[in-house]
């Protein structure tokens, strides 16, 4: 199931502005802390012995997809975990979730 502009707006639409609200101040948290994660990685090249020479280099890919599992009680708590995403120089990040019944979920 893909959801559609209209239907992603409809979603939103119908949370209350508290929580709209509530969900953009967690994702800058998690995203202004991933941006400092991404800036403390270094790349680094040594030659351990001569003419030996080994290194690192962060490259982030160019696109991923995140699970965001169901569970009994759905919270979406993992939609804000942002290890593989944006704050890490991601270009394009797909998060999918299982529908509930055949529906879109709703946080409560």
Do not use: N
């Not at 209350?16 to 400092?36: G, L």
């Not at 962060?58 to 942002?82: E, Q, S």
């Amino acid at each position: 199931m893909r959801l559609s502009a209209k239907e992603v707006e409809e979603a939103t639409a119908s949370l209350p502005e508290q929580v709209v609200e509530d969900i953009i101040w967690v994702q800058d948290q998690v995203r202004s802390f991933a941006a400092h994660q991404l800036a403390s990685m270094r790349d680094f090249e040594v030659e351990t012995l001569p003419g030996v020479r080994l290194g690192q280099r962060h490259i982030p890919v160019g696109a991923v997809g995140a699970y965001i599992p169901a569970a009994v009680t759905p919270h979406g708590l993992g939609a804000y975990d942002d290890r593989h995403g944006k704050g890490r120089g991601v270009g394009r990040v797909m998060a999918c979730t299982p529908p509930i019944r055949g529906q879109v979920r709703r946080q409560p």
